[in-house]
């Protein structure tokens, strides 16, 4: 490995890391609020949750119109935890009683987004950076993507031939949004940065 090929994973890493703890943040805000309610809704629910936001962001990026003042990033944060909150549930024996422990939420979290940094590592080790060329709108288009693949596994009851199976698909998901949103943060950053250079022009 060069010092240029450390570098830039070091860089991934350390993007990839404040964005998941935006997420993250906003996880324990809401179980704070609401408790383990998202306990209640069976995977293929939560995959219909993440269509919605991956189908909005598209919506938004085509028309650049919408009556709710928010934009893309909210939408790209809640399809991180709500695919995290999907790998939880696969987890959990279908007997698993409905209410949870904060404490024990917080840690299949936390064992959730590390499994899912962890396949991101690997992933991003073989293929070089990719998704740093790419646009957020192909990022959401490949989220919409394997959303159709989850869909299909599902009615499928999960007896596939060659798929990676969901719990992959929910990662990757999950690791798109999270490069889309450290492009739209660096995005931000550059904005800020034109706009204090022009107020010394």
């Keep these: 490995m060069t010092a240029t090929d450390s570098s830039a994973i070091e860089r ?71 695919c995290l909150m999907a790998i939880v549930q696969l987890a959990l024996p279908e007997n698993a009683p409905l209410e949870m422990p904060a404490a024990q939420a917080q840690k299949s979290y936390e064992e959730a987004l590390k499994a899912t940094r962890d396949l991101m590592f690997a992933k991003n080790h073989d293929y070089g950076e990719a998704w740093r060329d790419m646009r957020v709108s192909s990022l959401d288009d490949l989220i919409l993507m394997k959303l159709l693949r989850v869909k299909q596994i599902e009615d499928l009851q999960g007896q596939t031939k060659v798929s990676e199976g969901i719990e992959a698909n929910y990662m990757d998901m999950a690791n798109y949004a999270l490069f889309a949103l450290i492009h739209l943060a660096n995005d931000t950053d550059s904005e800020s940065a034109d706009t204090s250079d022009s107020s010394h022009v």
């Design 12 to 82: 991934t890493l350390l993007q990839y890391d404040a964005q998941a703890a935006k997420c993250k943040a906003l996880f324990l805000d809401k179980m704070h609020d609401y408790g383990t309610a998202w306990r209640v809704m069976r995977p293929s629910s939560l995959t219909d949750q993440i269509y919605i936001k991956a189908n909005r962001i598209r919506t938004i990026q085509q028309t650049a119109e919408r009556k709710v003042d928010e934009g893309v990033e909210p939408e790209f944060v809640g399809i991180v935890n709500y």
